[in-house]
């Protein structure tokens, strides 16, 4: 695939050179006049912004009300140049030109970043955002892999994290987990609210799983991130506040593209690449020699006669010559291509953005690839002076075939085979199992669950469709003073077939009669929002006023479906609707509706003192009826000590602003039953022999929304305009947390819902932005980013604590802390497994009692670099993420550390060949036994590891080619870039021959990828 992109790259270069050998690179024209204005982002005129030709000498200034006028040349290469001091300049070619211009520019700061997309479509530059908010664009964002949205966002922000969802192999299709200043919640979900152009998206449930599917994936994979102009992220009280209800976890607002009044543009890239597994990651386990000396010693240190080891050689199995790689067997080269066609432009009150989009991937996880299409319509028209309305589309179809090996990749043993010895799919080993009353050996077929046939003879096909339609109408009713309609719908469904063969053990019964089962589920989810605000930008003088007003009326449904059953006379027609035997049926509907209102007012003095009022009123469906409405507001204040007159004509400090803000904010992300009395009925829950009910959960009219105060304190300093440092220090305390408490088992249940628990993040975020080098042809800029966060519990339910498996919740502790028995070590006379009890001392004997709070999983300080290096049209990017202290328990690494108790059917971690042998041994591993447990794999420190991690995320070459290059076949901007992705990660206490966290992150190896792009506008 990349040898054919890479020929089609040399064959376009080659046309296009020998078409300009015949085209001249530029024609002669006639002077015409160009008749525009100049406005910022608000629309606003801009005054003496400076207009050039440049193919003469005219220019020309922007008047009061930002108009201009000008002679330019009509060749077919005349462009204006429009300019204006604190702002982005644009380039318009004009050959085509007709009709009066208007041309928008986007204001920038010291660092050259653009104007800020905050809330309910306001604008603003960095020194007018009294809270915390965060924005990257583009630029940033078109080097990084475009399979899914959130993973771009991994290092890119400051306070953000991006983990695994799980550390073990459960899902190909990995879920992840983004926290915003860490976690807010108990059992809520402690995911961010995503925004797309003004509107919710729907993400799955409390953990972005998608209700009534069997396989996870998650929704924010079916965006396109080419289409995306910009990501805000909103992180405190007075930035969030105005989405209230669901704002404590922060926001993401994500702005896509549109177009702008000029000439049509048309953008198309390709990224074609290969990827393979690192091999620096992927967990180290014995091979056939080391695994058949340790299983012996285990076999014989229990005490057994090696004459029947179960691995001899016979008539099924060569087990001494066997030879197995099955991370061969589950891996290989993964493949991604990704292409993207945009046309642009507008003239005459009308403007477009269309753009379509594929992306196919194929993983390194044989038998899993992911497919997406997607098209996108960004239409605006000005029906009058004053009134414009538009249209956002965009429809996404996705399908994802998936396997998932789990741990057979690296637990299956290497003296096993795949394939028999005729090259059919092995289901059966065979081995000595016992001996006669003659002592002989006695061999018996066992079978083998062979994933490897499942992948090949299985499917689990999952289809989505996602529609967007985002209706606007924007009515200007006084200059600075707007009212919009918004109404938009966000529809997905999608749907889930999984059939499990009749010549594997999957489809098979128990005694091996082949069955064959299928299963079939569907989800359909549809949310409705409406928005009617109006939004005021006034300057009168050095006073200036802004903000919006509105109300938002919301609602989502969802309803599953599935169905299930076995019974296929062939695996030619594997739709559950030709099962012999239906065995399950069973479908959902779910409804809830919000109602809201806004209110956020914008107040500064001469670009000197700020003041920020937010508020919002939300009422909802899900909470209990005693409970429905909640007030949500913030507060904050900012000084720009920079434009005083002591320091503005200051050469050395270029920057320097003071803020403060407090607010509260709301977390809505539960079930919509939370509140409710459930009931299930079910034939197992028969009362006089006729089926019946049971309460599944406990009505709490009370249940209301979580709430979170915070505080936010910023300082940002800004030296000899090339040096930018922001420091932001938070204070979130969640009170009326949802938390499980015990109650009267005569209430047919254990525990209800109830909002009695609180609990704190407080932590400092820095960010260093320093453009180190600049010229003419040089620039080099590097900006750091770190954070820290400490979660702290505050009160429980009668203050008793609360074990979430490896976790305690105590008042006092970090919300994050392990609670295991502390590992010793082996004892050196015996081999036998230490731990420490409650009270330090060594014992032999594992007794959950000894259990003790210990580390805790917060990192003590993440975040993320990034560097650009250009010169004149080559340019080189990095991204490297890290991580510093915090821990991580393993359930993938105890797993594979049996110590012989699981030593005859799973292969073992290579750390195992550091075993106690002999007395006097200072070994790392206990001595190993075959089938015995002596409890060291019970789950305690020993599976501890340190996260502290740094990461190569991404680094890209690019080489933009001279724009007359190509001029005369009419392509104004073309480049080409090589990305790789993943390079390495460094964690601490790696070896070569053993397994540290780096093997354990996340259950799979990571991808390391090459991509190749082609990047042409015309």
Known sequence: MVKLSFRVFLTFLLILNLTSLNVSLAQSGQKKIIEGVVTDGNGDPLVSATITANNSKSAALSGTDGRF?????????????????????????????????????TAKDELGEEVVIMAYGQQKKKSEIVGSAYQVNAERLKDLPMSRVDALLDGQIPGLRVTPNTDDASSTKQRLNIRIRGDGSFTASNEPLWIVDGVPIYTGDRTNMIPGIQTSVTPLSYLNPSDIESITVLKDASAATIYGANASNGVILITTKAGKTGRPEFNFNIQSGISMINKNTLFKTLDATQYMELAKEAYVNAGKDLKTFPYNDNDLNTYSSTRTNWVDAFYGTGLVNNATLSASGGKKGFNYFLSGGYYNGQSTIKGNTQERKTLMANLGYDITK???????????????????????????????????????????????????????????????????????????????????????????????????????????????RIYAARTNWS?????????????????????????????????????????????????????????????FEDDTKRDVQYAAAITTRDSSLRERKDASFIGQLGYNYDRRYYLQLSGRR????????????????????????????????????????????????????????????????SADYNYGGMPGGIISNIPNPLLRWETARQTNLKLELGLWDRLNILIEAYNKKTVQAII?????????????????????????????????????????????????????????????????????????????????????????????????????????????????????????????????????QFSLNTLVTYSIGGYQFS???????????????DNQSVNQVDRWQQAGDLALNPKPIWGVSTRSVMNSTRYLYNTTNFRLNNLALRYRLPDWYFRSVGIRKSSVAIMANNLFVVTPYDKTNRNSFKQVMSGYPQETSFVLSISVSF
Do not use: C
């Not at 007030?631 to 007159?645: P, Q, T």
């Open 69 to 105: 006028r000008i002679d330019v040349s009509t060749t077919k290469d005349a462009a204006l140049v429009i300019s204006s001091v604190g702002y982005n300049s644009r380039q318009l070619f004009v050959y085509d030109t007709t009709g009066f211009l208007t041309v928008m520019l």
């Open 386 to 496: 004053r009134l414009n309305v538009g249209v956002i589309s965009q429809a996404s179809f996705n399908t994802n075939n998936t396997f998932n090996p789990g741990t057979d990749y690296v637990e299956n043993l290497p003296i096993f085979s795949p394939y028999n010895n005729d090259g059919s799919y092995r289901l059966y080993n065979k081995k000595i199992t016992g001996s006669d009353e003659n002592g002989i050996p006695t061999y018996s077929l066992v079978k083998f669950f062979n994933l490897v046939a499942r992948r090949e003879e299985n499917d689990d096909i999952q289809k989505a469709k996602i529609f967007d339609n985002n209706f606007k109408a924007t009515y200007r009713i006084l200059d600075g003073l707007t009212s919009t309609t918004q109404y938009g719908i966000n529809f997905s469904e999608v749907k889930q």
């Open 507 to 567: 489809g098979m019964e128990t005694d091996g009669t082949p069955v064959g089962y299928a299963g079939s589920y569907y989800n359909k989810t549809v949310m409705k929002t409406f928005i009617e605000r109006v939004n005021f930008n006034k300057a009168i003088g050095r006073h200036s006023l802004s903000g919006v007003v509105g109300v938002e009326l919301k609602s989502q449904r969802y309803n599953t479906r599935s169905i299930s059953g076995g019974g």
């Open 618 to 681: 939300d009422g909802s469906s899900a909470f209990g009826s005693e409970a429905r409405w909640g007030d949500f507001a913030s507060a904050g204040v900012s000084w720009d000590i920079k434009n005083e007159s002591i320091l503005n004509s200051s050469k050395v400090i270029s920057a320097l602003r003071l803020g403060a803000t407090y607010g509260n904010t709301g977390n809505s992300r539960l079930s919509n039953q939370e509140a409710y009395g459930i009931y299930s009925f």
């Open 740 to 872: 499980d408490v015990p109650v009267s088992r005569a209430t047919g249940a254990t525990a209800a819902q109830s909002n009695t628990g609180e609990l704190q993040n407080k932590g400092i975020e820095a960010t260093i932005n320093w453009s180190i080098y600049k010229s003419e042809d040089i620039k080099w800029w590097l900006e750091l980013r770190a954070a820290h966060n400490e979660s702290k519990v505050l009160n429980l339910y009668n203050s008793n604590d609360r074990t979430r498996g490896n976790f305690i919740w105590r008042e006092g502790l970090d919300l994050n802390t392990y609670y295991l028995i502390r590992w010793a070590g082996v004892d050196p006379r015996d081999g036998a497994p230490l731990w420490y009890d409650a009270a330090g001392n060594i014992t032999r004997v594992y007794d959950i009692n000894n259990r003790v709070p210990g580390k805790s999983a917060n990192p003590a300080v993440f975040g993320g670099a990034s560097m650009g290096i250009s010169y004149k």
């Open 891 to 905: 359930s993938f690494g105890r797993d594979m550390n049996s110590d012989g108790l699981n030593i005859e059917t």
